[in-house]
């Protein structure tokens, strides 16, 4: 028992997350392309159309994904910045701040796609009700926690900074989720839940899921990324970073 | 298979076209331009890192050669 936990902190530091997470990032390219290619097919060559919403609906092909995705990245980044917290690793707050960027954009494509969708459906880019303004508050926390982070020179107090405000944001995702039950709104209900079948045809959930596991690997693609360079840059007075980019020349006598 | 009988049928997308393509677009454009920039970011930082390295030993030789001929000279 002990044992495992000592190899998962291994793991966890930097010097040994760095090749693994560079060894990864092509193949969770290659399964984001797939996933990508095969969902936008689905949804914008095969699916039917929808009986009320007419061709316009395709755009939740992209839009519940990107929703979902920004949901879901401010929770695995409030769990890692938890993890910073609880622990003081330093790979915990360098995960975090390489998900943000990525969350808000999901939170901005969901905006966004949600305001076209709304003019043709609602007649309106834009309504202040439950479901898109806590959507909104999510996009703020992302940028809150960007721009907390970047005003704080030292990076390991930026990150227990950032860790805070992470997780009293927390509060916001179920707000989001439930939002369409808990107050009257004029966004739809989920089209898909964990509780009852889905509401919608079968090659409509495909290219929806399709989508959202696209989204899912370019997320994790470019969180890596972004981490790898975060690495480097904080690490960079350690030896594995001057080892790294110098070759075995690496300064030392 | 393909649920539409022409492409300029697909293209209209039922006069829903300039919202189903701006939001195709704009999701296209992002999701393509943040691992660019996170590309390029990367290669400036490398090559910045690099810099700082040769500066470094290049100092900590300038040093060393500083003490020798002190020491030659004493």
Not at chain 1, 55 to 76: C, D, K, N, T
Not at chain 2, 47 to 74: G, I, M, P, V, W
């Amino acid at each position: 028992m002990n044992n495992r936990l000592i190899n998962w902190f291994k793991y966890a530091s930097p010097q040994s997350f760095y090749p693994i997470a560079g060894k990864m990032i092509p193949w969770f390219w290659a399964l984001a392309a797939v996933f990508g290619a095969a969902g936008l097919y689905i949804g914008f060559g095969v699916a039917p159309t929808d009986a009320q919403q007419g061709e316009g609906y395709r755009i939740i092909f992209l839009h519940v994904p990107a929703s979902w995705m920004s949901m879901f990245i401010y929770l695995v980044m409030a769990f890692w910045a938890a993890l910073g917290l609880a622990y003081n690793t330093r790979l915990s707050g360098m995960m975090a701040s390489a998900l943000a960027p990525t969350g808000a954009l999901f939170a901005f494509l969901s905006l966004w796609t949600g305001a076209l969708w709304g003019k043709p459906m609602w007649g309106a880019w834009w309504v202040w009700d439950a479901r898109l303004t806590s959507e909104l508050i999510l996009l703020f926390l992302y940028i809150g926690f960007i721009a907390l982070q970047s005003a704080i020179d030292d990076p390991r107090r930026a990150d227990k900074a950032g860790a805070i405000l992470a997780l009293v944001g927390v509060v916001n995702v179920p707000i989001i989720y439930f939002s369409v039950k808990w107050w009257n709104t004029l966004h739809q209900g989920s089209s898909v839940s964990l509780t009852k079948s889905p509401s919608m045809a079968m090659t409509m959930l495909w290219g929806m899921l399709l989508c959202a596991l696209a989204f899912w690997m370019y997320s994790i693609a470019v969180a890596l990324m972004r981490g790898r360079s975060i690495m480097l840059e904080r690490e960079r007075h350690t030896e594995w970073v001057r080892t790294l980019l110098t070759g075995n020349d690496s300064g030392k006598e | 298979m393909l649920y539409w009988n022409s492409f300029s049928e697909f293209l209209a997308m039922g006069n829903h076209g300039v919202y189903v393509w701006g939001s195709v677009g704009v999701t296209a454009v992002l999701l393509a331009l943040e691992p660019i920039l996170l590309i390029q970011g990367r290669k400036s930082l490398m090559a910045r890192l690099k810099r700082q390295f040769r500066a470094e030993k290049s100092d900590r030789n300038a040093d060393r050669s500083n003490q020798n001929t002190r020491r030659s000279t004493d």
